[in-house]
């Protein structure tokens, strides 16, 4: 069955589903979303002929059965029409069965947040309507349907007086208690505030201002001039290389047992030595195989190109056990090739086989040793006949050897290759200079490749390539204008082919000594008065001080000398002019010195005859008090004729008695006296301080007076004055407090206030009155002096007196933080103290009285806000449908019972303690003290104590 309405706003047609929804009070307009109350009983949208269902302003038209008898059950809702519904209690949910003749349209689920104060039930659903569940005791509500046929419900929770109205009363009770501690503090401020004497305390706060700098008479100064630039020098080029070595020098000796035995036998060394050495009387013999084909051994003793075998032990028979033989070439005379070194073992001499042995070979600077054993295998060469005392072999002695000697080692004698540069290398930051090379190729040739090897940080290039056919090069190198100074050893290494040579040179890093100097290109200056000339230097490798002076025709003209640290760019060398000196131009230079250097720097001096002027200077503002009296300090100015200067004050002088003023000739400073009378204006105004002088010269200045109000510039900074401010604050925090904690006592059932908790909350509420209003009555002071806004210091005082009001009220309000506590009494000190400063401009009576209402309602009001905005878990206790009270839960337990003064809740009849509930880590727990039972317990838990009824509650976000 379904309800066609037309809503009278928007006049749109739609349609609401009404059988089996007997619920339904109201319809949602689609277009507008206007609700519009059904006017139809509930039995009327039921049940019956809708022959005209009539909703409060709609026509609705439709057909139901009419014999369908469904009771009315609306969760203890009344509807429009007046029927009268019920939900029965307990979770039992209400289905469609027993409805006859209603077909279900839509399930809805009923899900409930019975959080006090809040709107937390919705009813909503799709399909055809099943069951509402989930409902105990539910309070009165409104259904309404929308044209999507979804259900919805708001039903109301909480509905005790106080937990919809307590942080109002809170409020109320605040303001209240503020004021009474107002009306004792009038009285008290009237006491004990001292009158202030005329022209005394009056002006305590009223600082004489500074006295301003002297006003400009001077010619502007010329603009600085550019940053010279340093000479840039390069550095002394170095000295040429030595012709390159190709010699070594002296070659490693031999290891000790050779070098013994080679001595003992006389033998001889050079570029090339080959070395044998054995330890029993056998003969081996030392053959050598030369680049240049020719086989030196016993057999052939000496080449061509210089070699010999010189030592030659054992050959005659057992000569030693000790023996050696020794082949080489003196120095510059070994042929360039590949050599080859064998042993042969040629003759037994009674000693045991095998026979070991070791030779060393000297080549190519280095020396290297190899070890081996020969075996007496008879594998001499055949012999066909003797010439001039040599046998003749039948066998070519080179292939011989190669087929039946020891092979030792090759080596390779290359053609020596040397390079040489110059040993030292001076070179400036930001600068080049040349190293120059020279190359020895030892009868080779082809190209030489150099380059620059080691810590080249901030140096570029080094690279450098000498083609066949030259043997010298220049290699540049180049240092960075940042490079740090200092001396660095690099090498050169030098590549020919597959062959390298290296040289060593130190390079030299250093800050030639530079000075520049440059000078604005002209200055003016008056007869009789000076003027600075701008410099700007810049040095390098200058350590001492730089001295700088003027030069040129100096008559009539005074300069100041200048000393100058060298890392100082810019300096002013004042010049003056005497009153003598011819006016006129002259060219002038500035000099400077330093370490034997010398910069100057021209410029064009203009001597000028001055024009007469005065000129004033005085403090942008100042300050006077109502019936008090300030002096104002002036600074006199004279260019170009000596004399006194008169000045006095115009512009609007209404309640001030000023004074007129001449400051003598030889006197540049003076003082305005000024005084205010008490019916002086309060407030600022702008004035004129007008400068005469001889010939009708003037000057005229302004300045901002402000008037103080005589209470406003009182002896803010006595300290009987912070004191008494304090014990006024103390008067407000006291009572604030005190009806405050009798409200909540009275919340509770307990008796308003007890001696214990008076003590406390007199305590506290003086200690913070006087700490906040003493201390905002310091920052007033203060800020007053600084010309800052002197009232923020009003603002900070009661913000932290509502904090530390909060901090004492959280001791009396079961489980209420204490720094959210804190945090919502500073807001409320706060709006407090914003209320006291806007009303204050009517009159400080009147300021003090609204001030400490909104004081007070402020912070009570915020305090239980705090304490309703993050409750988690609370009781809510009932006596009645009229009576109730709301009790948060945390970790302080909470006391019910019948001690008015020890209970946290008073229930007349009960046990002085009955019960305690408290809440950890998300659990609810009650104590029954009677039978000494802890039970765990959640939310919607009831328990009755005589005529109370107890229950359990938690937010939607803690369920």
Excluded at 54 to 59: I, K
Excluded at 63 to 86: C, E, I
Excluded at 328 to 340: D, I, L, S
Excluded at 428 to 442: D, F, H, K
Aim: aromatic letters at 6%.
């Amino acid at each position: 069955m379904s309800v066609n309405l037309s809503c009278p706003s928007c006049g749109r047609q739609f349609s609401v589903p009404s059988g089996g929804v007997p619920m339904i009070q109201a319809a949602k307009c689609p277009g507008c979303g206007k609700v519009i109350t059904l006017s139809a009983g509930l039995g009327g949208l039921m049940g019956g002929a809708f022959g005209s269902v009539s909703p409060s302003g709609v026509s609705g038209s439709g057909s139901a059965n009419p014999s369908a008898d469904v009771p009315n059950r609306l969760f203890g809702v009344t509807p429009p029409g007046g029927a009268q519904g019920s939900l029965p209690s307990g979770s039992a949910p209400i289905t469609s069965g027993g409805m006859a003749g209603v077909t279900p349209v839509r399930p809805a689920t009923a899900t409930s947040s019975p959080v006090a104060g809040e709107w937390g039930t919705s009813v909503s659903g799709v399909g055809g309507l099943s069951s509402i569940s989930g409902f105990s005791a539910a309070p009165a509500g409104t259904l309404v349907a929308t044209d999507s046929g979804a259900i919805e419900a708001q039903i109301p929770q909480g509905n005790d007086w106080w937990s919809s109205r307590k942080v109002w009363v809170f409020g109320v009770l605040g303001a209240l208690g503020c004021l009474a501690g107002w009306l004792v503090g009038e009285e008290f401020l009237a006491l004990a505030m001292p009158t202030p004497k005329e022209g005394t305390a009056q002006v305590a706060l009223v600082s004489k201002p500074e006295l301003p700098e002297a006003p400009r008479l001077e010619l502007a100064k010329p603009a600085p001039p550019p940053l010279p630039s340093l000479r840039v020098d390069e550095a002394v080029k170095p000295p040429p290389p030595g012709v390159p070595v190709l010699q070594a020098g002296k070659p490693p000796p031999p290891p000790p047992e050779f070098e013994k035995r080679l001595a003992e036998a006389g033998a001889k060394t050079g570029d090339v030595q080959i070395s044998l050495i054995w330890n029993n009387y056998n003969d081996l013999d030392l053959h050598c195989l030369a680049p240049d084909g020719e086989h030196i051994w016993f057999n052939a003793r000496r080449s061509a190109s210089g070699g010999e075998l010189d030592v030659d032990r054992n050959a005659g028979g057992r000569e030693t056990n000790r023996p050696v033989e020794n082949i080489y070439w003196p120095p510059g005379k070994a042929p360039y090739g590949k050599y080859q070194v064998y042993v042969h073992y040629w003759a037994n001499h009674g000693d045991p086989d095998p026979t070991p042995f070791e030779v060393n070979i000297l080549a190519n600077e280095e020396r290297r040793s190899f070890k081996g054993v020969a075996r007496n295998e008879g594998r001499r060469p055949r012999a066909i006949g003797e010439l001039g005392g040599k046998p003749i072999f039948a066998e070519n002695s080179r292939d011989w050897i190669q087929q039946t000697g020891i092979f030792v080692h090759e080596f390779e004698v290359s053609p020596r290759f040397a390079i040489s540069v110059s040993p030292q290398l001076i070179i400036y930051p930001g600068t080049s200079n040349q190293l120059r090379v020279r190359v020895e190729r030892g009868g080779r040739t082809g190209a030489v490749r150099c380059q620059v090897e080691g810590d080249l940080s901030g140096l570029e290039g080094g690279s450098l390539g000498i083609p066949a056919g030259q043997d010298e090069g220049v290699l540049e190198i180049r240092a960075a204008s940042n490079v740090a100074a200092g001396r660095r050893t690099l090498t050169v290494r030098a590549q020919l082919g597959e062959t390298s040579a290296r040289a060593n040179f130190e390079i030299i890093i250093e800050i030639p000594k530079n000075l520049a100097l440059a000078a604005s290109p002209y200055l003016e200056v008056f007869r009789g008065q000076a003027n600075e000339l701008p410099l700007r230097l810049a040095c390098s490798g200058i350590k001492g001080p730089i001295s700088v002076g003027l030069e040129g025709d100096l008559s009539g003209i005074t300069a100041s000398h200048l000393v100058l640290d060298p890392k100082q760019e810019t300096a002013n060398l004042k010049i003056g002019v005497t009153p003598e000196a011819r006016a006129g131009e002259r060219k002038l230079a500035v000099v400077a010195q330093a370490e034997g250097l010398l910069a100057r720097a021209e410029f064009q001096l203009y001597i000028k005859d001055p024009t007469r002027l005065v000129r004033i200077a005085v403090p942008e503002k100042m300050q006077i008090a109502q019936g008090g009296e300030n002096t104002l300090p002036v600074r006199v100015g004279r260019r170009g004729f000596t004399g006194s200067v008169r000045l006095r004050l115009e512009g609007d002088t209404e309640g001030l008695a000023p004074t007129n003023l001449e400051v003598p000739a030889e006197k540049d400073e003076g003082e305005f006296k000024l005084s205010a009378t008490k019916e002086a204006q309060p407030g600022q105004r702008r004035l004129r301080i007008i400068a005469e002088g001889p010939g009708g010269l003037r000057d005229e200045q302004g300045i901002t007076l402000e008037v103080v109000a005589a209470s406003a510039a009182a002896a803010e900074w006595s300290w009987w004055t912070v004191v008494v401010v304090g014990l006024w604050t103390s008067l407000l925090a006291v009572g604030l407090s005190v009806l405050l904690v009798a409200g909540q006592n009275w919340y509770l059932g307990r008796s308003l206030l007890q001696a214990q908790e008076i003590g406390v909350l007199a305590a506290g509420s003086l200690a913070a009155g006087l700490v906040s209003g003493g201390l905002g009555q310091i920052l007033y002071g203060v800020l007053f002096t600084a010309g800052i806004v002197p009232k923020i210091g009003f603002l900070l005082g009661w913000s932290l007196l509502g904090g530390l009001l909060g901090r004492v009220l959280a001791g009396f309000i079961p489980n209420l933080n204490a720094w959210r506590a804190s945090a919502a009494g500073a807001v409320g000190g706060f709006v407090g103290s914003v209320a006291f400063l806007a009303v204050s401009l009517a009159g400080d009576t009147a300021g003090r009285f609204v001030g400490a209402a909104i004081l007070g309602f402020a912070i009570g009001l915020m305090v239980a806000l705090i304490e309703l905005a993050y409750r988690r878990y609370w009781l809510e206790l009932r006596w009645g449908p009229r009576k109730s009270c709301i009790v948060n839960l945390g970790s302080q337990p909470v006391v019910i019972g019948g001690d008015s003064k020890r209970a946290t809740v008073y229930v007349p009849g009960a046990p002085a303690k009955a019960l305690q509930f408290w809440e950890k880590d998300g659990q609810v727990y009650c104590l029954d003290v009677l039978k000494e039972e802890t039970t765990p317990v959640s939310p919607g838990y009831r328990r009755r104590l005589r005529d109370c009824e107890i229950i359990v509650h938690c937010s939607s976000a803690s369920a």
